[in-house]
Nanobody, 115 residues
Framework: QVQLVESGGGLVQPGGSLRLSCATSLHLFSSFTMGWYRQAPGKQRELVATINSGGSTNYADSVKGRFTISRDNAKKTVYLQMNSLKPEDTAAYFC?????????WGQGTLVTVSS
């Protein structure tokens, strides 16, 4: 059973930073494109960043230039560095495959951006 465990969320003021982590139990983790998703209250889940097996990244326009996705294949972990946070970044954040059939979703980690 694949496990995805997100952590690092919290309450932060606008303009602040957070670093999210997603620890996985994925066999052959390094071969998967991984992604970070978020779901705000009352909205659909959206993909905000992906990183492929070669380290190439893509970002949603709404976070480009502010968020950075990275991975540590030895630790089977994917990260999301979030800078210059805005109230509209408030959401539950999840990691999963960056495309194709999703793994079972983890519980996510809540990010609240508020003064």
């Amino acid at each position: 059973q694949v496990q995805l465990v997100e952590s690092g969320g919290g309450l932060v003021q606008p303009g602040g930073s957070l670093r999210l982590s997603c620890a996985t139990s994925l066999h052959l983790f390094s071969s998967f494109t991984m992604g970070w998703y978020r779901q705000a209250p009352g909205k659909q889940r959206e993909l905000v960043a992906t990183i492929n097996s070669g380290g190439s990244t893509n970002y949603a326009d709404s976070v480009k230039g502010r968020f950075t996705i990275s991975r540590d294949n030895a630790k089977k972990t994917v990260y999301l560095q979030m800078n210059s946070l805005k109230p509209e970044d408030t959401a539950a954040y999840f990691c999963n495959r960056g495309g194709g059939l999703s793994f079972p979703w983890g519980q996510g980690t809540l990010v609240t951006v508020s003064s």
